[in-house]
């Protein structure tokens, strides 16, 4: 129960049906099993609860038990096939460095994860983490596996979660493709470094904060993924208190993402800071760098997450978007392969002069 309410409640507004958490049996989800009915009533004959004592769950266990494995899977069919297509298509596109590729899993993000499941890392979830209030696995495949991949992903390659697999930065990414360059606001290093600190503050905050009050509803004040839930039942949120100061605040944060690039990933999110505190200590498979990239600035001024500092990828910040990994391998483009390039058309011009110079007789 204590995780239907927290799950519940990542969202100012009421889940669709089909959004509803995924909850012990006996709270009726639509996606869970049948609740067990009936019981044993008071007076019962011998054999039935009255003789442990009101303890005996021998008909609520059996049938947990009855359920088959095909019962327990097909409610969720569709969640875990259309997952697993988007981790498919998310990792073809990673390794394969495919900026079209990139794009349309962004899409894919953003239509199934955001509008049609309302599936976002929350801090509900690092709540629910650290108090270890965690679903049932049988009846919460699809989210064991979003969660799983989630936090795998960030551990093995940093923050890909944030790349491609989250729907508001699936969302604020594609807005920037139609967004021309010049509306764009460069924020000075040295504020973009400060402000970085302003996150850091706002996850500690949010956790002790829950820590104290146990309120959840806090989520809906630091990150705008209700919106998803919201958009999908749309009528209900006039219902809501303060939905319609969310409302402008949402709108206000979407203005002002269109002048800065990524504001509310880089500066605010309080679950990309999660993340990224993970990949800054775990990344096993990091980007790789050149020996020009000490003097090179190429890549920093193209990474649009200030994940570049010098030779330094910042994994905090890093959401391996592989634009500096697609420079790193463009001969055209790579300081590196320039100067290769070059040292190589030296020595071939300096082998011809030398072959048509004649020797001393
Ligand atoms: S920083 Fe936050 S909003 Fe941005 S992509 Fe990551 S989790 Fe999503
Ligand atoms: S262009 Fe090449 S050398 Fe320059 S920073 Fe990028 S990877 Fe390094
Ligand atoms: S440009 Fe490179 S360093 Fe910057 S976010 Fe993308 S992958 Fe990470």
Partial sequence: MLLACLLAAASPFPAT???????????????????????????????????????????????ERALTTAEIVKPQIVDIVTFTGLMVL???????????????????????????RSQLY????????????????????????FWGVTLGTTVVWGRIYCGRLCAYGALTQLMDTFVPKSWQ?????????????FKYALLAFVIVYYFVTKDILVSRWVEPFWMFGALAN????????????????????????????????????????????????????????????????????????????????????CVRCDDCERIYDDEQKCVHHIVIRRKEEVLAMQAAQAKATPLPS
């Fill in 17 to 63: 049906a089909q959004d509803a958490p995924l909850p012990p049996a006996t709270t009726g989800s639509p996606d869970a099993p049948a609740p067990v009915e009936g019981g044993a009533a008071p007076g019962a004959a011998p054999g039935t609860d009255e003789d442990d004592g009101g303890w005996n769950f021998d008909d609520e266990e059996e049938e």
């Fill in 90 to 116: 998310c990792m073809v596109s990673f390794f394969k460095k495919s900026e079209k590729l990139k794009i349309a899993t962004l899409v894919y993000t953003l239509v199934f994860l955001g509008f049609l």
């Fill in 122 to 145: 929350s801090v509900v979830n690092i709540f629910g983490l650290m108090t270890m209030s965690l679903p049932i696995f049988s009846h919460s495949i699809f989210t064991y596996m």
């Fill in 185 to 197: 606001l460069k924020i000075p290093v040295k504020v973009e470094q400060n402000a970085y600190y």
């Fill in 234 to 317: 749309f009528t209900a949120f006039t219902s809501v208190p303060g939905a319609w100061v969310l409302w402008g605040l949402l709108a206000v944060l979407l203005l002002a993402s269109i002048i800065i690039k990524n504001l509310y990933c880089r500066f605010i999110c309080p679950v990309g800071t999660f993340l990224g505190i993970i990949s800054s200590v775990t990344t096993i498979f990091r980007i790789k760098r050149w020996s020009e990239c000490k003097t090179c600035k190429i890549c920093e001024k193209a990474c649009e997450w200030g994940a570049i500092q010098g030779p330094r990828i910042v994994r905090s910040e």
